[in-house]
């Protein structure tokens, strides 16, 4: 099939000489940012929870990279490629962006670690809607009943797309999914929506909004694996297993797995997480800046052992499940209130007159 070509390539490059050339040129661009992240965010209404919000200096892509590379690990370009979207973003510059990779990569949880210096990211789980003007289920626009309406410069996240990109048919031959698709249009063209609200109906404008469609297409990249296999015929030939998500989707993949064209040639950015190895989540639980282990020490103000090996049970635990290091940090947690609640028995029994 012939590549269907993005709108804006600026980022995307197989050149590795032009990708160091490009990194050259944002550091030298960024070279007056201070060093500990700059100067604190623009103030504006959302003064909620401001005193807690991380001090990044947001008028610089390499402070926001930094930031995301002392949460985020192994995933460099992505961070890149998130920062310049938030950068373009905070100077009026949208974008529509497509970001694949398998489960528990950390595809939405890039976006959960920049609401943290910019609130104004939504995340919306769109694997289940179903079309405009049928009954039941979630519709593509219920998430603008979640924004103000005199606030245009939304992020929105939306999660698990790929389970609406995946055909499906009514009984009248009909694409639902395809159906579906031709909804969000609207919103990536910068439309005017009607939005119910309790007091009734209300106009949101979505011309200042960013979109991300994640999604795992983990079908497609098995197909793909698959192709590549090598057959091993011949003497002394190995047979060579092709690995899903090893080779990156391209957007004419996307087509192929049931993405409307019309869609995909609108996107900005297509962008491929790579996948996590078991030794990944090994070094993430407790070794790197951002682990969950340590995140949780943090948050209950103690600190907490666990034996190697119970280590690598956990790491393999989650690696196994495809639920990513959220599954580590659920693990984890439930080791630790086990061990608090044992604590606070012990501290009880010993106070108890003889």
């Known amino acids: 099939m012939e590549e269907i070509p993005f709108y804006d390539d600026r980022y995307k490059t197989d050149d590795p000489d032009e990708e160091d050339a490009y990194d050259e040129e944002l550091i030298d661009d960024c070279l007056l940012v201070k060093e500990n992240g700059g100067g604190p965010m623009e103030e ?16 610089n892509p390499l402070a926001i990279y930094r930031f995301l590379l002392e949460r985020v690990y192994k995933q460099d370009r992505y961070c890149r490629d998130a920062s310049m979207i938030l950068y373009d973003h905070l100077r009026g510059i949208t974008s529509r962006n497509i970001v694949c990779g398998p489960a528990g990569c950390g595809k939405t949880y890039v976006w959960e670690c920049l609401k943290e210096i910019y609130p104004r990211i ?24 979640k924004v103000e309406v005199d ?17 499906m048919y009514s009984r009248h031959d009909e694409n639902v999914s395809a159906s579906i698709q031709s909804e969000f249009l609207k919103l990536v063209e910068g439309k005017v929506i009607k939005s119910k609200r309790a007091f009734g109906n209300v106009t949101v404008d979505t011309s200042g909004m960013t979109f991300v469609f994640c999604g795992s297409f983990a079908q497609k990249a098995e197909e793909i694996a698959e192709t590549a296999t090598s057959s091993g015929f011949g003497f002394e030939k190995e ?17 192929d797995f049931g993405v409307i064209t019309e869609l995909v040639s609108r996107c900005t950015r297509l962008i491929n997480v790579r996948p996590l190895t078991l030794e990944d989540y090994t070094y993430l639980l407790a070794e790197h800046g951002g682990s969950p282990l340590k995140m949780l020490e943090k948050k209950y103000g103690m600190e907490f052992e666990i034996p190697d090996e119970k280590k690598k049970e956990i790491a393999r635990n989650a690696f196994e499940s495809g639920l990513g290091i959220r599954n580590v940090s659920a693990q984890i947690q439930r080791m630790m209130d086990d061990e608090i609640f044992a604590r606070f028995v012990k501290k009880e029994e010993h106070s108890e007159p003889l």
């Open 239 to 255: 047979r060579k297993e092709g690995v899903a998500f090893e080779k990156e989707l391209t957007p004419s993949d996307l087509v």
């Open 151 to 167: 606030v245009k410069d939304y992020i929105v996240v939306f999660d698990e797309f790929d389970k609406c990109a995946t055909p």
């Open 44 to 59: 504006t209404e959302e003064t909620e929870n401001k005193e807690d919000r991380p001090c990044v200096d947001t008028s």
């Open 122 to 145: 939504i995340t919306v789980d769109v694997a289940n809607l179903t079309k405009e003007g049928w009954s039941g289920g979630s519709k593509v626009n219920d998430f603008l009943e």
